[in-house]
Antibody
Framework: QVQLVQSGAEVKKPGASVKVSCKAS????????MHWVRQAPGQGLEWMGI????????SYAQKFQGRVTMTRDTSTSTVYMELSSLRSEDTAVFYC?????????????????WGQGTTVTVPS | QSALTQPASVSGSPGQSITISCTGT?????????VSWYQQHPGKAPKLMIY???NRPSGVSNRFSGSKSGNTASLIISGLQAEDEADYYC??????????FGTGTKVTVL
């Protein structure tokens, strides 16, 4: 079955970096773009950016430009999101979510399967 | 990019219908038919409920429907059930080739 399995919870010091992984299975990895979405405690969803697993191209939300890097490893069907210069406000659950790349629209503009989320805690 | 505006909370009795609004601008909601809706239960990942304004993914109840008029999209839940109690988020593609989520709406079944 289609699954996105994310890495485990992390606790990081302010100023450090965190790298979260998202391993895809059950579908053709390169046929779906991958988004990353952040959700702070008790807050809403926030789009961080997107990566094309096929060519590796990325697009980031302006808010995270310069601090986020999304990469992929096609040999293991895994995408990664690294966030640097962490501060307490970055404490959140991070989700990966896929979007299909069809011939008529690439990618489709919605996220149909989500990972289980990875909690990142940055103590103040 | 500012978040799309949703009511903080909406409530209804079992069997009733409720509507959740999602207001943006001509650069997002009003400019594209790329509005999607997600349901999130506490401690769980979001789940896609509606895509491209009014399309329902396979497996989603037909009690959920979507529409759009101008810069405002709407999610309608008919025949409200206890299991519908959750947070709901809209999302739209934008003119900057990015995505923006709504502020979120907590649905309470009375």
């Amino acid at each position: 079955q289609v699954q996105l399995v994310q890495s485990g919870a992390e606790v990081k010091k302010p100023g450090a970096s965190v790298k979260v992984s998202c391993k895809a299975s059950g579908y053709t990895f390169t046929s779906y773009y991958m988004h990353w979405v952040r959700q702070a405690p008790g807050q809403g969803l926030e789009w961080m950016g997107i990566i094309n697993p096929s060519g590796g191209s990325t697009s980031y939300a302006q808010k995270f430009q310069g601090r986020v890097t999304m990469t992929r490893d096609t040999s293991t069907s895994t995408v990664y999101m690294e966030l640097s210069s962490l501060r307490s406000e970055d404490t959140a659950v991070f989700y990966c979510a896929r979007s299909y790349c069809s011939s008529s629209s690439c990618p489709r503009k919605y996220m149909d399967v989500w990972g289980q989320g990875t909690t990142v805690t940055v103590p103040s | 990019q500012s978040a799309l505006t949703q009511p903080a909370s909406v409530s209804g009795s079992p069997g009733q219908s409720i509507t959740i609004s999602c207001t943006g601008t001509s650069s997002d909601v009003g400019g594209y038919n790329f509005v999607s809706w997600y349901q999130q239960h506490p401690g769980k990942a979001p789940k896609l409920m509606i895509y491209d304004v009014s399309n329902r993914p396979s497996g989603v109840s037909n009690r959920f429907s979507g529409s759009k008029s101008g810069n405002t999209a709407s999610l309608i839940i008919s025949g409200l059930q206890a299991e519908d109690e959750a947070d709901y988020y809209c999302s739209s593609y934008t003119s900057s080739s990015t995505y923006v989520f709504g502020t979120g709406t907590k649905v309470t079944v009375l």
